[in-house]
């Protein structure tokens, strides 16, 4: 690793991510309602397509942690999740509408939907939980216990997003400012782990 991670940061992080996930997953029925209503089609559709989408992000992540992890690949999950969170708020309806006219099915229509707007961003933050276990691994004896804490606080982070934005988040905002909230979260988490992450190399250096 080039640059130490602090635990309490890691772990901070996999619980902004698992928030995050859950936040933009129960936005989902509303974001594609407006062309394919708010079916069991179209939750199936949702569920189906960020649990593929998580097992990809875990594979992926899982993979690149053995290559030498770093805090600057950590804060790019980071960026990169927020970058493509962007199509989902500004380019929705551009993406939906043709597919909506394309596809008369309303499963198929929904399914196509979800993919195209949430399979990258879903990807891309189901990479940060193999990767942040991988960050503080230090032998084998230890990887049971840090996969199990990790995993333990981002699904806490997934159960409290679900409740905040389901109870709450809807309530008191629009649907585009609880994603613009998801995305400087994500933004600022990349730019936490690039600052800390500095400061405890010069401190160690």
Known sequence: M??????????????????????????????????????????????????????????????????????????????????????????????????????????????????MLFFIPITLMGMISPYSVRLLVVNTEQSGQVAGSLYFVSTLGSALGTLGTSFYFVLWLEIDQILWAVFFALALAGFLILAISGIQSREDG
């Open 2 to 115: 080039t640059k130490p991670i602090p635990p309490s940061l890691v772990a901070s992080m996999a619980f902004v991510s698992g928030f995050c996930i859950m936040v933009v997953e129960m936005l989902g029925a509303r974001i594609l309602s407006p062309y394919f209503g708010g079916s069991l089609y179209v939750w199936g559709s949702i569920i189906t397509i960020f649990m593929l989408s998580l097992a990809t992000g875990y594979l992926y992540g899982g993979n690149l942690s053995a290559k030498n992890p770093s805090a600057r690949s950590y804060a790019t999950f980071f960026f990169l999740s927020a970058i493509f969170i962007l199509p989902i708020i500004l380019l929705a309806n551009s993406i939906m509408e043709p597919i909506f006219v394309a596809i008369e099915d309303e499963r198929y229509g929904s399914l196509l939907a979800t993919i």
